[in-house]
């Protein structure tokens, strides 16, 4: 193989996935990936730089790939991706370009970067720019990340239009401050309701007050439709922020406040812009209306910057609008609700009005009304409001039309009219072509044009160039000038005849200068063409339609060889820089001809000849001239190796050509080609420049195929269980990575394989006696023979960000401790470790009133009186595993229910019912105290009538008013004794034995099947080695119990019988038991 670039490896890499992988097959495509990636020399360098920028760019390829062709690559790249280093460094300074990233990868990476002296401008500005000055901020903000982010900001250097989306789900008070502590300015902000709270309480103190130049401020709310109280509270936050800050644009049009809300932000005091949503600015037009106060109307129409464009006004509110202002107002004609019989009210008012859109029939009727007035003074007022446009488009004008319309054009001086798809009485014309000296710009569609073309040609001399004049030169007869208001085409082919050729060339000959005509989608007989020979030298082709061009190619090619020498070098100086005739069968004549235009052209931008049934042949006729072309695509055609290597040698010392694509033809030898860059062999419109690509995507992988599953970084798992007085949890992982135990809810980092060990064991207070800490959640005891434990995971219920950081995790060996500074995130504190003992969450001793996540957990006890049956209330944190309070209480039955919801240390709770009768409750009142011991005691007692087998129950919250933190239908589902006497325990040989005869019942197809499915099997999948030697039921059976264990075995097994499906009799008789 030869020695390639990296570009050049890239591109081979690529183009053998594309040619060779079966990208739909994700094991396919992985043997493909893993054979050319040791062909490549990567295959047993995992940690070398060469191999992390090679998959870094690589990954830039297939993303813009997947993007234009909708295919999936990604999926047979993953596996390479995993086996990857976890960390990789890059050095941004000498990196170009933008990384582009979502916010996930933007949380990690604030989160990795040095905070304090370490930073310098020139690293900063290195970091800006490679994230394009865009940061975006969402989810848990803890205040390590905001300094993280503040000191970058803070280093930035002036004028960098800085982009910043602040949208948390929690920030501290703290963090705020430190993220824009040392910014000045910055050129966009978007801000909800959280760090408009935040940033508000910053404008109220005087010691963190910090002044700043916003271009534009954006405030987005989490709910469509926000409490009232929720909406006063953001616009209070945002005035505060007003006083302080120097604002130039207020962005609410993602915000549904209501309109009257909005009055105290228009009594602000400086240069402010206010865009609101249609909705919105609606409502609030119509409070101004009403109140029918000056000084507020002005402050409206100033703050909103006298564009009510956006909004539909009915015609009082606009009158009054009208009224009132000193300067123009921009409306929208085709939203406001003005009828015809207001226009004569509005036509003195037309010097403060500003027309963003008319509507063609309220032109049609002022120009009427002024007509009949006889009012010349009001066309120019009705012209300058309208950017001097007379729009009379789409309409049928009759002969009272056209004489409003010369009165206009009589009283106007350099007006622009537009005329698309109008019909105009052929009478009428002429009058209004003489009249075209006080018209600046024209439109017309393609059937209008020919008409005044036709009219022209019995007119005096001059009229046909003033014509073009008005339209800049430019005969544009193709389809895109004949299309309606809603810009559906009325007519795709417009047929020219020999008649219509002949006036079209004698106005080019008789214009002042060149004529650029545009005949796409036009069809023109030879005559017709023959007519436009004689201007040919008068005309440039900047859109002529491939069909006609290659007319035009074959009427050259004729016997008399110095008419089309002469021919085609006009033709060569008629077409613009770019030709294409993709998809248009050429033959030898046509290749001739397009040869003698290439010979005498000066070179052209891009040739496009894809797909033109192109052979060696014809490629010889051209080959001699195509040194002229800049970009040339020769994409499906059917050149062989021979032409190929043809093309490369004229290509070798011709410099002005660049590009070469060559994709989907019969070359079989890629040697030459790879070796020059300028070949591209994979198809054009897949890559517009990959060879100078200076975007790096690195974020969430699109995958477009449906069957496809997402792949988390931490992987889920249910421990296995050792009950005695407490429950020792176990834990066996195969592979190094993140595991995070469905029970308790810890998540374990683990170096490579091992075991891990743990329970929740009694916090010794005698411990934290002497400190000024206490105890914030269980304390779990861990365990892990071979150490490969290196970070551990413990789940918080804390809901605002600035409680969670008052977090430590206490770390407790024999009677030594010592209390380690976790990182936070919305669910977890997260500490590394190198030795394993006792961990625990603790804070400090204070009073903790902040709202916290937790659950109520239920428990019924059958029999607590002859006549009663009483229920338990557990209400509990989150990070409490409710597999310990079951343990704690089994005499009792645990009804399972959605436990979640929020409860605030110190406020009073109470429960209630939907029953009148049989319901009594005690404590009634109930101060909720969080103590985080190993024993949990109820928090009420619920009696009940025995009948009762249902009931709703709520659980209410009083602190400054009653809310319901829990509402739920509750089933109370008591297990008789007779059907509890009849629960089995069955052995692990029991399982295997019933598996042996349920493998038994499968066919031969089956079997194959599912051991495919085993192969594909999302957590610990058994590989296809295995599998080979495994070929009887028994040994399969036991393989799977080996791998899985019994429980997870059974859940498998399930879950394949109904994949495959095997839902007969036989097969549910022998697993249903174990279910």
């Known amino acids: 193989m030869p020695t390639l670039t990296s570009e050049q490896l890239k591109r081979f890499f690529l183009l053998h996935l594309l040619d060779h992988g079966d990208l739909d097959n994700t094991e396919t495509g992985q043997s493909s990936v893993e054979e050319l990636l040791s062909v490549l020399g990567f ?31 990604c999926q047979a790249l993953l ?39 370490e930073w310098d401008a020139q690293l900063a500005s290195s970091l800006l720019q490679a994230l394009d000055y865009t940061i975006t901020l969402s989810g848990w903000l803890p205040t390590v990340t905001c300094k993280a982010v503040g000191a970058v900001l803070g280093q930035s250097a002036p004028g960098e239009k800085l982009n910043v989306s602040l949208t948390p789900d929690s920030i501290s008070f703290q963090g705020a401050a430190l993220l824009f502590k040392q910014v000045k300015e910055c050129h966009k902000l978007k801000v909800n309701e959280m760090s408009t709270a935040k940033l508000a309480r910053l404008a109220k103190s005087t010691t963190c007050r910090r002044p700043m130049v916003v271009e534009e401020l954006t405030l987005v709310l989490s709910r469509s439709i926000p409490k009232e109280g929720v909406q006063c509270r953001v616009l209070s936050g945002l005035a505060l922020l007003l006083r302080v800050w120097t604002v130039r644009v207020l962005n609410l049009i993602d915000c549904p406040i209501q309109g009257f809300l909005l009055t ?64 123009p107002i921009t409306i929208n004609l085709r939203r406001s609700r003005i009828r015809d019989q207001y226009i004569p009210y509005l036509l003195p008012l037309l010097k403060n009005v500003h027309f963003q859109r008319t509507s063609p029939q309220f032109e049609r009727t002022a120009l009427r009304e002024i007509h009949e007035q006889r009012a010349g003074h009001l066309v120019n007022s009705l012209v300058k409001s309208s ?85 800049h030169h430019k005969l544009d007869l193709s389809c895109s000038s004949a299309m309606d208001l809603f810009g559906q085409e009325k007519e795709t082919v417009l047929s020219l005849s020999s008649g219509d050729c002949k006036v079209i060339a004698a106005a080019i000959q008789e214009a002042d200068g060149d004529t ?77 001809t397009l040869a003698l235009v290439l010979e005498h052209s000066e070179g052209l931008s891009e040739l496009d000849l894809s797909d033109c049934h192109l052979t060696d042949t014809h490629l010889d006729v051209l080959l001699p001239h195509l040194h002229k072309v800049q970009v040339l695509n020769l994409c499906n055609n059917e050149i062989t190796d021979k032409g190929a290597v043809k093309l490369n040698l004229y290509m070798i010392g011709n410099s002005f050509t660049e590009t070469v694509w060559l994709s989907k033809n019969m070359i079989t030898e890629f040697d030459i080609l790879l070796s020059d860059n300028r070949y591209k062999l994979w198809p054009a419109h897949v890559e517009p420049g990959w060879h100078d690509q200076r975007v790096t995507s690195l974020g969430s992988t699109s995958v477009t195929n449906d069957t496809s599953k997402k792949k988390t970084l931490i992987e889920e798992f249910d421990p296995d269980k050792t ?182 240390p110190t406020a009073k709770y109470s429960v209630t019912s939907d029953l009148r009768q049989g319901f009594l409750v005690q404590p009634k009142k109930y101060t909720l105290h969080i103590a985080h011991c190993t024993y949990q005691h109820a928090t009420f007692e619920v009696f009940l009538n025995r009948s009762i087998t249902e009931l709703n129950m709520n659980i209410l919250e009083t602190k400054l008013k009653t809310r319901k933190r829990w509402c739920r239908r509750v089933i109370l589902n008591t297990p008789r004794a007779d059907n509890a006497a009849k629960v089995k325990r069955f052995t692990e040989q029991q399982w295997i034995k019933n598996l042996c005869e349920i493998l038994g019942q499968l066919s031969k197809y089956e079997k194959k099947k599912l051991k495919a499915m085993m192969r594909n099997k999302e957590q610990k999948p058994i590989t296809k080695s295995a599998l080979e030697g495994r070929k009887s039921p028994e040994e399969l059976a036991e393989l799977m119990v080996e791998t899985w264990g019994m429980h997870d075995s059974i859940k498998a097994t399930q879950e394949f019988m109904e994949r495959l499906p095997r839902n007969d009799v036989p097969v549910t008789s022998l697993l249903q038991p174990f279910l």
Not at 81 to 98: C, I, L, N, T
Not at 100 to 107: E, G
Not at 569 to 587: C, G, I, N
Not at 807 to 830: D, G, Y
């Open 43 to 73: 295959a047993h360098s995992d940690d070398s730089p060469e191999r992390c920028l090679f998959l870094l760019d690589l990954f830039s390829h297939v993303k813009e790939y997947e993007t234009q062709t909708g295919r999936t690559v």
């Open 79 to 117: 596996p390479v991706y995993r086996s990857a280093p976890a960390v990789w460094s890059m050095d941004f300074s000498e990196r170009k370009g933008s990384l582009s990233c979502d916010d996930q990868f933007q949380l990690a990476l604030w989160g990795a970067l040095p905070v304090g002296s």
């Open 264 to 327: 105290t932000l228009l009594c602000h005091h400086g240069p402010l812009t206010i865009r609101l949503s249609k909705e919105t600015l609606q409502q609030l037009a119509v409070v101004v209306y009403e109140a029918q106060d000056e000084e507020l109307t002005q402050c409206f129409l100033e703050k909103l910057g006298r564009d009510l464009s956006n909004c539909t006004l009915d015609w009082d509110v606009l009158h009054y609008l009208l009224k009132t202002t000193t300067q």
């Open 387 to 471: 950017d001097d446009w007379i729009d009379l488009n789409n309409l049928v004008l009759k002969h009272d039309d056209c004489e409003a319309l010369r009165f206009a054009l009589h009283y106007s001086d350099g007006v622009k009219l537009n005329l698309l798809l109008t019909i105009i009485p052929k009478e009428e014309m002429e009058s209004i072509l003489t009249l075209l000296h006080r018209v600046s710009e024209l439109r017309v569609d393609r059937k209008l044009l020919l008409e005044l073309l036709h009219t022209c040609a019995g007119l005096w001399r001059g009229v046909a160039p003033a014509l073009l004049t008005l339209l």
């Open 516 to 592: 650029e005509l545009i005949l796409h989608d036009c069809h023109v007989e030879d005559a017709g063409l023959e007519e436009l020979f004689h201007v040919l030298h008068r005309i440039h082709m900047s859109s002529f339609g491939k069909p006609l061009l290659l007319q035009l190619l074959h009427l050259i090619f004729v016997e008399d060889c110095d008419r089309s020498v002469r021919l085609a070098s006009l033709l060569s100086r008629a077409l613009e820089k770019k030709v294409d005739l993709s998809q248009s069968p050429l033959d030898s004549r046509a290749c001739s």
């Open 723 to 904: 009950i005695t007085d407490k429950i020792t949890y176990r834990f066996q992982c195969g592979t190094r990575g993140r595991f995070q135990c469905r029970a308790t809810g810890l998540v374990f980092g683990m170096r490579g394989a091992g075991i891990v060990e743990y329970s929740v064991v009694h916090w010794d207070r005698d411990i934290l006696a002497n400190t000024s800490y206490e105890p914030a959640g269980p304390l779990f005891q861990l365990r892990s023979p071979e150490g490969h434990m290196y970070q551990l995971h413990l789940p918080h219920c804390e809901v605002k960000v600035s409680a969670a950081e008052n977090l430590l995790v206490a770390h407790i060996c024999r009677k030594n401790r010592e209390f380690l500074i976790p990182k936070v995130t919305h669910s977890h504190v997260i500490v590394s470790i190198s030795g394993l003992s006792n961990y625990g969450k603790a804070r400090k001793k204070q009073s903790n009133s902040n709202r916290i996540q937790g659950q109520v957990l239920l428990f019924l006890e059958p029999e607590a009186t002859p006549e009663e049956q009483r229920l338990w209330v557990f209400l509990l944190p989150r990070d409490m595993p409710p597999d310990e309070v079951e343990n704690q209480h089994k005499e009792f039955t645990f009804i399972k229910t959605s436990s979640s919801c929020m409860l605030t």
